[in-house]
């Protein structure tokens, strides 16, 4: 049972334009939303968070849009850098109770910034 | 400062085998994670220790894996009789009591048992 689901495997963008990576759940007890960034041989790194009292949250060049009625997030780049590619994973977590901090994720999208 | 680290970073076990895989979380975070990350797969969820409280346990797949946290700092994974299927990156992760949403992962142990 995939609570998390990152239905794009891949993302290929040109340098400079924007990057779209979309992410739907179903557990509505998810209250908190994050978007990892991970490397080859490395750990996943934290990007941006959003809290489900919100529906935008913006960090620089990276935005997380949040829409609760339709269970689906978003993370925007832009403008698209080559040094942005990457897999992105999408997790999530209840904000209280015994699965504080458990963090579900989806399977992530490998982004792909062309120069 | 330093990071959370792992070790060994790669590991080949025969079937059947133990093995134990460790993890250095950041100084001062009173929370630690463990999750897997198979072939192809997100990451999944393993255990997660909070200060001096019980772990949650909830993500081990099999009793064959078991972890602790001594002195609520070092952690170690381990899994018993090793099966093919327990192949997989094995990642660590550590955070704050007041921001445990934002965890900081290792750079994980790829495990692969032949």
């Known amino acids: 049972d995939q609570q998390v689901k990152q239905n794009s495997p891949s993302l290929s963008v040109q340098e400079g334009r924007i990057s779209i990576l979309n992410c739907d759940y179903t557990?509505?007890?998810?209250?908190?939303f994050l978007w990892y960034k991970k490397y080859p041989a490395e750990g996943p790194t934290f990007l941006i968070s959003i809290s489900s009292i919100k529906d935008k949250n913006e960090d620089g060049r990276f935005t997380v849009f949040l829409n609760k009625s339709a269970k689906h997030l978003s993370l925007h780049i832009v403008p698209s850098q080559p040094g942005d590619s990457a897999v992105y994973f999408c997790?999530?977590?209840?904000?209280?109770?015994?699965?504080?901090?458990?963090?579900?994720f989806g399977q992530g999208t490998i982004l792909t910034v062309h120069p | 400062g330093a990071g959370v680290s792992q070790s060994p970073s790669n590991k080949v076990t025969e079937k059947g085998k133990d093995v134990e895989l460790r993890c250095d979380p950041i100084s001062g975070h009173t929370a630690l994670y463990w999750y897997r990350q198979s072939l192809g797969q997100g990451l999944e969820f393993l255990i997660y220790?909070?200060?001096?409280?019980?772990?949650?346990k909830s993500g081990l797949p099999s009793d064959r894996f078991s972890a602790e946290r001594t002195g609520g700092s070092v952690s170690t994974l381990t899994i018993q009789r090793t099966q093919q299927e327990d192949s997989a990156v094995y990642l660590c992760?550590?955070?704050?009591?007041?921001?445990?949403?934002?965890?900081?992962f290792g750079p994980g142990t790829r495990l692969t048992v032949t």
């Open positions: 992760a550590s955070g704050t009591s007041s921001s445990s949403y934002e965890q900081y």
């Open positions: 220790f909070q200060g001096n409280s019980a772990p949650d």
């Open positions: 997790a999530a977590t209840p904000a209280g109770g015994t699965s504080y901090g458990k963090l579900t």
């Open positions: 557990n509505s007890m998810f209250d908190y």
